[in-house]
């Protein structure tokens, strides 16, 4: 891929110890579900640690252009005046969400439930991404799509005059997915329900829970869920409080573990059990990190973590614990780089469809630097020795935790990491330059 003008490369280099206690931003999931369900309530929602990220802001560009009045009143402080359920505006030109998967699928829920017809874009990025299996759900429910045979960006959506319930069993584990079908059902009359074989990240339910929407929700066999929202609430506005990040957590967290002598403690990062599956498989890996100050803060389980750097040894990631770390297998990948033996990663499939072809992208990323790795079907084989030469230059794809991941290799790896791009970082993490040098980590 040839670099953009724009792109700024980024070089990370071995330094001495990171030490310090740091707050990552607040979390890209929840942050985007304040202002789209924000936006569905009537009266103003306050939203406190919100993630000023390029997908968050994205996202709230093209509320606005919905008719939600949003601004932004202090740091990290949004305020969100919606417009009800049903209650968008037609949009007067495309409705752009630049990288955001997250905030373009979600909102094409929110829209399918409105009697408006709107258009939806993204980057280079998000217009290679799969619509198809969002759109499906929503013209079930009575929308209708005008979109190119093969499934991707740009689309118009015309939203359902007379939505209706239904039952929807997601064809892969997808948090957007569902939350999708959930917000497009906020408008049908009944019960619209959707039966996850796999349990995926829960915000979306417990925040319409917290806006006084009826959701049931029940186990069902095998880590299933059976979701069933009862439609045509009147969504209630509350405060938001929104937790650090621990998809961005990651990265710092994993830089602590492979630069040695190592101490740093990350403040207030959620713990909810649905996005924990990164920590369990460091402790699985010999990992010292300790929860510090348990406590719930916003309706979230959330704790400081002390991260000491130590030996890593390669374990076996079961497929069933993607859905907890779908995110996070990229920088997991160069933990694996530095323990000792190899680590399976197992079930990647949905990684070849994220904002790059994350599986290839992280196996590209290993090899340039040194790290030997095989990938077998959808199975990502890293082969760790304690080291990584680095030396490499890694290509970003636009993609966030791409671009992350190499600086982590490169603040351990013997000879330097250089990335094409660094912008696209601000996507989930705007300051991570900054807050990663303020730990004493080389960063030119
Ligand atoms: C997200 C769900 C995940 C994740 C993404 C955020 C969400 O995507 O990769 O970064 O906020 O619902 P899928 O639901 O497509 O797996």
């Not at 030490?19 to 985007?32: E, F, L, M, T, Y």
């Not at 709230?60 to 009800?84: C, F, N």
């Not at 709107?118 to 198809?132: I, Q, V, W, Y």
């Not at 349990?199 to 925040?207: C, P, V, Y």
Request: hydrophobic share 45%; net charge negative; proline share 6%.
């Amino acid at each position: 891929m040839h670099s953009d003008p724009a792109s700024v490369p980024l070089t990370a280099r071995r330094n001495g110890p990171l030490a310090g206690r740091i707050r990552v931003p607040g979390d890209k999931s929840i942050s985007i579900r304040a202002l789209i369900l924000g936006a569905l309530t009537v009266g103003e929602t306050t939203v406190s640690g919100m993630l000023e990220g390029e997908d968050v802001l994205n996202t709230a560009k093209a509320l606005q252009a919905l008719g939600a009045r949003i601004s932004r009143t202090g740091e990290q402080a949004w305020s969100i005046h919606g417009v009800g359920v049903g209650g968008f505006a037609e949009p007067a030109g495309s409705l752009d969400f630049g990288n955001s998967g997250t905030g373009c699928r979600l909102t094409l829920g929110a829209v399918a439930g409105c009697p408006i017809t709107a258009t939806f874009d993204g980057d280079a990025s998000l217009r290679s991404r799969p619509m198809r299996r969002v759109l499906d759900p929503l013209e079930r429910i009575g929308a209708r799509a005008l979109v190119s045979a093969d499934g991707r960006l740009p689309l118009t959506l015309k939203g359902a005059r007379d939505p209706m319930p239904i039952v929807f069993e997601p064809p892969v584990p997808s948090a957007q997915l569902k939350s999708a079908t959930l917000l497009a059902g906020l408008s049908a009359p009944g019960e619209t329900v959707v039966i996850e074989a796999e349990a995926t990240r829960d915000h979306t339910e417990k925040m319409l829970r917290y806006f006084g929407a009826e959701v049931r929700v029940e186990a069902t066999e095998r880590n299933g869920r059976r979701i069933t929202l009862t439609g045509q609430p009147e969504l209630m506005p509350r405060p938001i409080m929104v937790p650090a990040d621990p998809s961005s957590a990651a990265f710092p967290l994993i830089a602590a573990l492979v630069v040695p002598g190592s101490d740093v403690i990350l403040q207030g990062v959620m713990m909810n059990p649905l996005r924990t599956g990164l920590v369990a498989t460091l402790m699985e890996m010999g990992a010292s990190i300790e929860r510090l100050d348990e406590r719930n803060e916003g309706g979230e389980d959330v704790a400081d973590l002390r991260v000491h750097a130590g030996a890593l040894r390669g374990v076996d990631v079961p497929a069933s614990r993607a859905p907890s770390m779908i995110d996070e297998y990229p920088v997991l990948a160069v933990a694996a780089a530095f323990a000792e033996g190899a680590t399976r990663m197992r079930g990647l499939k949905e990684l070849r469809v994220k904002e790059s072809d994350r599986l290839a992208a992280t196996a590209d990323l290993l090899r340039v630097n040194g790290v030997a790795l095989d990938i077998e079907g959808d199975d990502l084989i890293v082969h760790g020795n304690g080291r990584a030469k680095g030396g490499g230059a890694v290509t970003t794809h636009m993609d966030h935790r791409i671009a992350m991941s190499a600086v982590v290799l490169g603040l351990a790896s013997e000879r330097p990491v250089q990335v094409d791009d660094g912008t696209f970082i601000a996507t989930s993490f705007p300051g991570f330059v900054e807050l990663m040098r303020g730990l004493g980590a080389d960063l030119s």
